[in-house]
């Protein structure tokens, strides 16, 4: 029984390894896969499905996984494993969804999507994609955001003495509190 996928999907990718993929694709198509929502690549099997092998140079898997590790920023850790399909060695590389975003060590940062036709492909995640892709992984909050220029006037004062209600309450963090205390004594609310 066929362990590979017969076809690509957002979460799988085939990549051809006949004549030896070149490494910076590799890791390209590994950044676009962790910053969407991660998934299995397997090197040495045509977009058609067909099995055709890992070439020589990708057998091993350690080499593989650090390839990724040091071509990526941050670093990203993958599993990679040499599996036989069809009597053919092909390396299945899991990729993880990523908590933020990754690039390539030269900068290039990837996204994967769905064509009209159903196949995948990476795109370039452009600078103004960023902060609405670190919102749905819930590591940017617009409400966090500094103003310039503001002063303790420009904020309402029972939103204030609600969060110090709440702060008291759940005995909140001690960095907080001294803040917060420090603003009152100094009269800035």
Not at 14 to 22: A, G, V
Not at 31 to 48: A, C, F, K, R
Not at 113 to 140: A, C, T, W
Not at 167 to 183: H, S
Request: charged share 30%; glycine share 8%; proline share 4%.
């Amino acid at each position: 029984m066929r362990m590979i996928p017969k076809k690509e999907t957002l979460t799988i990718e085939f990549k051809s390894d006949i004549d030896c993929l070149d490494e910076k694709e590799l890791v390209s198509e590994i950044v676009g896969m962790t910053n969407t929502e991660g998934g299995v690549l397997y090197l040495g099997v045509e977009d058609n499905g067909d099995i055709t092998g890992v070439h020589k140079k990708h057998k091993d898997p350690n080499g593989a996984m650090a390839l990724i590790a040091n071509r990526t920023v941050p670093t990203l850790s993958v599993r990679a494993e040499i599996i036989e399909e069809e009597g053919i060695g092909v390396l299945q590389i899991q990729i993880p969804m990523s908590k933020t975003i990754v690039a390539t060590s030269d900068g290039k940062i990837q996204r994967r999507r769905l064509k009209l036709d159903g196949s995948p492909e990476n795109v370039p995640m452009y600078p103004y994609e960023i902060p609405g892709r670190l919102s749905s992984l819930s590591q940017f909050d617009y409400s966090a955001q500094i103003l310039l220029g503001a002063t303790m006037d420009d904020l309402d004062e029972n939103e204030r003495d609600r969060l110090h209600n709440i702060i008291r309450y759940r005995k909140g963090d001690k960095i907080w509190k001294f803040e917060f205390i420090t603003c009152k004594k100094q009269n800035y609310d």
